[in-house]
């Protein structure tokens, strides 16, 4: 039996609008277990519960708080099953911000990403989930280009990437 939280209705709501447009660019597993084929990990914001139920190396990650607002929105694009645990604890550790993230962040969702997209791309994800959801936290997110959809630019960095792959490169978001 699975302690893992249920996604509350106000915040699969408000991610409705997220999931329709950058539905083509998430990697939803065949077998996602315990989500219904959703590509959505939802679970405590604790940076040990994270790592144990979240694999992905490359994902958007949303923060809610105990209304069900949307915090923060960020983006993790590392080596390793536990990036997202691993992220979330560096903003937890964070000297001036950190202790109010602790405190208000109460539930994580995380929407993977392919592994081995490129970092471009995994920012164009951050910054149009980031716009669809207008987080109360954070500011730094990447611009969007309107005028394309996340698949279409997702699409045309990927085929940059696989052109001109180095091969095991290590990619890191701050």
């Known amino acids: 039996m699975s302690t893992a939280p249920t996604l509350p209705a106000a915040i699969g709501q408000a991610l409705r609008p997220v999931l329709r447009l950058m539905g083509p660019v998430l990697d939803v597993p065949a077998a996602a277990e315990g989500r219904g084929g959703s590509p959505v990990v939802v679970c405590r914001a604790s940076p040990a519960v994270v790592r144990r139920r979240v694999a992905a190396s ?7 708080d105990n209304r069900r607002g949307c915090r923060y929105v960020g983006s993790v ?5 536990g990036a997202v645990g691993d992220r979330l604890a560096e903003h937890y550790a964070h000297r001036t911000a950190g202790v109010s993230r602790r405190t208000s962040w109460c539930l994580l969702t995380v929407l993977p ?24 936290d954070g500011s730094a997110h990447p611009r969007v280009d309107l005028t394309q959809t996340p698949a279409e630019l997702v699409s045309r960095l990927v085929q940059q990437a696989q052109f001109t792959d180095t091969g095991g490169a290590v990619r890191d978001t701050a």
Request: glycine letters at 8%; proline letters at 11%; hydrophobic letters at 45%.
């Open 58 to 64: 490359c994902a958007v990650y949303v923060a809610w």
């Open 77 to 81: 694009c590392r080596q390793g099953p």
């Open 113 to 136: 990403l392919p592994e081995r997209m490129p970092l471009g791309a995994v920012r164009i994800a951050e910054g149009w989930t980031a716009r669809l959801l207008n987080p109360a």
